[in-house]
Each structure stands twice: as structure tokens, then as C-alpha cells.
């Protein structure tokens, strides 16, 4: 049986050697058949590239972990469509370790993937290799060919590759796109529905789970996410005896342009990409936020002081990154764009409005040690 679950950190290394080893057995079919090189991209190599994709929350990345030991056999990697963004997901990777194939793993990543991607958008597609040995486990779960074709340059082979899309649309009793990923399994009735709306309230009483960080939105007239949403936060309580000693975390998530033709050349569109397109994504709104995180997946926030000696215990916060210019714009009035979509940019705003909460509601304007930490657009 197969544990299937998000990614962490500390996974990376694991994830590494599973990609690169499937790139080391199936060579041939991953490449249409392409010459080989003398070398192909160590784990080493890639270990860092999968770390900063999970740190960063660029695309949401799953492992699939054997129930008894916990060793991670596989992982696929998915996230919002890079070529028809805002209208399907996309699964960008899925890589099994040869010596785990023909034992469930890769379909069982994918299922999980359909499930969480089908909670956003309608549809679902990917580009792989005519002879991509996860053809086979696509096709066993219902997906079908569209005919379109395209290349890829990937970064182990570093040259184009022909790719062919493969897509599958949500069933008509599935869950709707656009419902909150965390979705609370109540049968709605009138007790139902108070009981979501007070999962749904800003600030809530009911109990976490060891580790996770409540999320708290900010009702400010001065902040607001790209598309409009309240800026937001994730905060966790540490010990009464570091009270006054603060981590503030600025989640990183690259840029946005106004348009394709201001992207930097060369930047990938995962990190450069159409702010309208951003507004109706994680990156640019807050409105599908979970109710929690759970921090101890992190080294920097967890709990073990073996793993964090130093900031174990102190109060903890991650500032939701929503506005596309790493917190820094401060446009008073939105801009309209060619399609009629209205967008904000008040990074700054942001940052102030999650400060003063901070110190209305948790004590911050009492802090004695603060570090200031962040990732990719949430470190500069």
C-alpha cells in the first residue's frame, strides 16, 4: 500500500534520485529516442532544484511513500496550466523509480493529483513522450490524446523534445472547480451550514493539530491580493518564555508582468507570468487558503529543537504572498486590464496591514528579537 501525501523539504533528495534514475532507465523513450550525453544531471544537482520547488510552493509537488517504512518511491508535480492558465490544471511531472514500477505508486500519484487538481479547475492535461512509460498509467485512469503536439526542453536532456497532450475532464458528480481545497466533510443541512461558516470566519476557536499555524485574514480598507482578497497570514504560538521573540517568514512565488511582452527574456512562466492570470491563482488570491498549515513539515518553523535549535519555540508567522511584485507595490488606485479584470497591487499595503494585526491580536508591538526570513520574490 502506498502512502500518497505533500511533499516536504526534506524530501527532496529522495524525489532527485527517483527522477534522475528514471531518466538513467527509460533514456530512450523520455527523449524519442535523442543521443545520450556522456553525463546525464546528477541527484546532487537536482536535489536543490525539487527543495527550492517545494520551498517555494511553485507548483504543489506529491510523493508516494511505502505505508511501512515511509521510503518515498516516486512523486509528480502539478499546478495551474502554463499554456491555458486559467482554464485547467496541469500534472507537469510524474517520475517513478525504476526499481518501485509495476506496484501501484505512479497511479496512485495520479489519482491524488486528478482529486486536488479537479478541486480548482474543470479539466486536466499533460505533455509527455509518445513512449513515456506513464503513458500506460494514464491511460489506464481515463485519459485520452487530444492530437496536439508541442516540444519541451527538459532540464536533464537540455535540448526540445516532442511531447504529446494527454487530458481528462472532471466527471459531472465531481467536486465543482473552485471549491476550497480543504473542503470540511459535512453533510449541509441547516446545522451544516453554521457549522462552515464558522470555518469560514477570519478568526475561529477551534482546536489544531500539533504544529500547524492558524490562517487569520486581515479586513483591511488599505491591503488587498491582486485579485481583490484580504491579505493573510498563517500564524503558530510559541512558549510563554519566548513571547517577545518573532519569526516573520515572507513566502516567496516570483513576479507577474501586465502583459507577455514585458516578460524578462528567458524567465520561465512560472515566475514571470500575466497578472490576470496570477489573480486567479494561489499567487494572486487568498480566497481558497486552508484553514491551517502544518509548519513542522519545515525545518525553519518545526518544533524539534533538534532540528531548529534556535527558533523552536518563538512565535511563528508566514505572510501570505499575493500581490505578484514581492511585496513591494503600493499602487493607490487598481488597473484594469484588457479584459476587463480589475487588479491590485498593494504588496506594501499588505505588509503593513498583517503588521498592525499582528500587534493587535497577538502582542507583536511587544517584540524584543525579530528575524526576518523569506524565499525567492519573498527574500530580496
Same mark, same amino acid.
Given at each position: 500500500? #502506498?502512502?500518497?501525501?505533500?511533499?516536504?523539504?526534506?524530501?527532496?533528495?529522495?524525489?532527485?534520485?527517483?527522477?534522475?534514475?528514471? #531518466?538513467?532507465?527509460?533514456?530512450?523513450? /523520455?527523449?524519442?529516442?535523442?543521443?545520450?550525453?556522456?553525463? /546525464?544531471?546528477?541527484?546532487?544537482?537536482?536535489?536543490?532544484?525539487?527543495?527550492?520547488?517545494?520551498?517555494?510552493?511553485?507548483?504543489?509537488?506529491?510523493?508516494?511513500?511505502?505505508?511501512?517504512?515511509?521510503?518515498?518511491?516516486?512523486?509528480?508535480?502539478?499546478?495551474?496550466?502554463?499554456?491555458?492558465?486559467?482554464?485547467?490544471?496541469?500534472?507537469?511531472?510524474?517520475?517513478?523509480?525504476?526499481?518501485?514500477?509495476?506496484?501501484?505508486?505512479?497511479?496512485?500519484?495520479?489519482?491524488?493529483?486528478?482529486?486536488?487538481?479537479?478541486?480548482?479547475?474543470?479539466?486536466?492535461?499533460?505533455?509527455?513522450?509518445?513512449?513515456?512509460?506513464?503513458?500506460?498509467?494514464?491511460?489506464?485512469?481515463?485519459?485520452?490524446?487530444?492530437?496536439?503536439?508541442?516540444?519541451?526542453?527538459?532540464?536533464?536532456?537540455?535540448?526540445?523534445?516532442?511531447?504529446?497532450?494527454?487530458?481528462?475532464?472532471?466527471?459531472?458528480?465531481?467536486?465543482?472547480?473552485?471549491?476550497?481545497?480543504?473542503?470540511?466533510?459535512?453533510?449541509?443541512?441547516?446545522?451544516?451550514?453554521?457549522?462552515?461558516?464558522?470555518?469560514?470566519?477570519?478568526?475561529?476557536?477551534?482546536?489544531?493539530?500539533?504544529?500547524?499555524?492558524?490562517?487569520?485574514?486581515?479586513?483591511?480598507?488599505?491591503?488587498?491580493?491582486?485579485?481583490?482578497?484580504?491579505?493573510?497570514?498563517?500564524?503558530?504560538?510559541?512558549?510563554?518564555?519566548?513571547?517577545?521573540?518573532?519569526? /516573520?517568514?515572507?513566502?516567496?512565488?516570483?513576479?507577474?508582468?501586465?502583459?507577455?511582452?514585458?516578460?524578462?527574456?528567458?524567465?520561465?512562466?512560472?515566475?514571470?507570468?500575466?497578472?490576470?492570470?496570477?489573480?486567479?491563482?494561489?499567487?494572486?488570491?487568498?480566497?481558497?487558503?486552508?484553514?491551517?498549515?502544518?509548519?513542522?513539515?519545515?525545518?525553519?518553523?518545526?518544533?524539534?529543537?533538534?532540528?531548529?535549535?534556535?527558533?523552536?519555540?518563538?512565535?511563528?508567522?508566514?505572510?501570505?504572498?499575493?500581490?505578484?511584485?514581492?511585496?513591494?507595490?503600493?499602487?493607490?488606485?487598481?488597473?484594469?486590464?484588457?479584459?476587463?479584470?480589475?487588479?491590485?497591487?498593494?504588496?506594501?499595503?499588505?505588509?503593513?496591514?498583517? /503588521?498592525?494585526?499582528?500587534?493587535?491580536?497577538?502582542?507583536?508591538?511587544?517584540?524584543?528579537?525579530?528575524?526576518?526570513?523569506?524565499?525567492?520574490?519573498?527574500?530580496?
Amino acid at each position: 500500500a #502506498w502512502q500518497v501525501r505533500l511533499a516536504r523539504t526534506d524530501d527532496a533528495r529522495s524525489i532527485a534520485e527517483a527522477y534522475t534514475a528514471a #531518466w538513467e532507465a527509460h533514456w530512450p523513450e /523520455l527523449t524519442g529516442g535523442a543521443e545520450r550525453p556522456s553525463s /546525464l544531471c546528477s541527484a546532487e544537482a537536482q536535489e536543490e532544484r525539487f527543495a527550492r520547488m517545494i520551498e517555494e510552493g511553485e507548483r504543489r509537488v506529491l510523493v508516494a511513500a511505502t505505508a511501512m517504512s515511509g521510503v518515498v518511491a516516486g512523486f509528480a508535480s502539478f499546478g495551474e496550466s502554463i499554456t491555458r492558465p486559467g482554464e485547467c490544471g496541469e500534472v507537469m511531472q510524474l517520475f517513478v523509480h525504476p526499481k518501485h514500477h509495476r506496484k501501484g505508486a505512479g497511479s496512485a500519484l495520479l489519482r491524488e493529483a486528478e482529486r486536488l487538481i479537479f478541486l480548482e479547475w474543470p479539466e486536466v492535461h499533460v505533455w509527455v513522450s509518445q513512449a513515456n512509460p506513464a503513458n500506460a498509467v494514464y491511460e489506464s485512469l481515463g485519459w485520452r490524446r487530444t492530437g496536439r503536439t508541442k516540444e519541451i526542453t527538459s532540464t536533464v536532456a537540455r535540448r526540445p523534445i516532442a511531447v504529446v497532450e494527454h487530458g481528462k475532464r472532471r466527471l459531472a458528480s465531481g467536486p465543482r472547480p473552485g471549491t476550497l481545497r480543504w473542503r470540511p466533510r459535512l453533510a449541509l443541512g441547516a446545522l451544516g451550514t453554521a457549522v462552515l461558516a464558522g470555518f469560514l470566519r477570519s478568526r475561529w476557536s477551534g482546536s489544531l493539530s500539533p504544529g500547524h499555524a492558524r490562517l487569520y485574514r486581515v479586513q483591511s480598507s488599505d491591503g488587498a491580493c491582486l485579485d481583490g482578497s484580504s491579505p493573510a497570514y498563517y500564524y503558530r504560538a510559541g512558549s510563554a518564555a519566548n513571547r517577545t521573540r518573532w519569526l /516573520l517568514y515572507f513566502q516567496g512565488g516570483g513576479w507577474c508582468t501586465s502583459s507577455q511582452e514585458a516578460w524578462p527574456s528567458g524567465y520561465r512562466h512560472s515566475i514571470a507570468e500575466q497578472c490576470e492570470h496570477r489573480a486567479r491563482s494561489s499567487r494572486g488570491s487568498t480566497l481558497n487558503d486552508e484553514s491551517s498549515r502544518d509548519f513542522d513539515t519545515r525545518s525553519l518553523f518545526s518544533r524539534n529543537p533538534e532540528l531548529n535549535p534556535a527558533l523552536h519555540d518563538w512565535q511563528m508567522v508566514l505572510l501570505r504572498y499575493c500581490d505578484g511584485t514581492s511585496f513591494a507595490s503600493d499602487m493607490a488606485a487598481p488597473v484594469r486590464t484588457a479584459g476587463g479584470a480589475l487588479l491590485h497591487f498593494r504588496g506594501a499595503a499588505n505588509v503593513r496591514a498583517i /503588521l498592525d494585526d499582528l500587534t493587535l491580536h497577538h502582542g507583536f508591538g511587544a517584540a524584543t528579537q525579530v528575524v526576518l526570513a523569506g524565499c525567492s520574490a519573498g527574500g530580496l
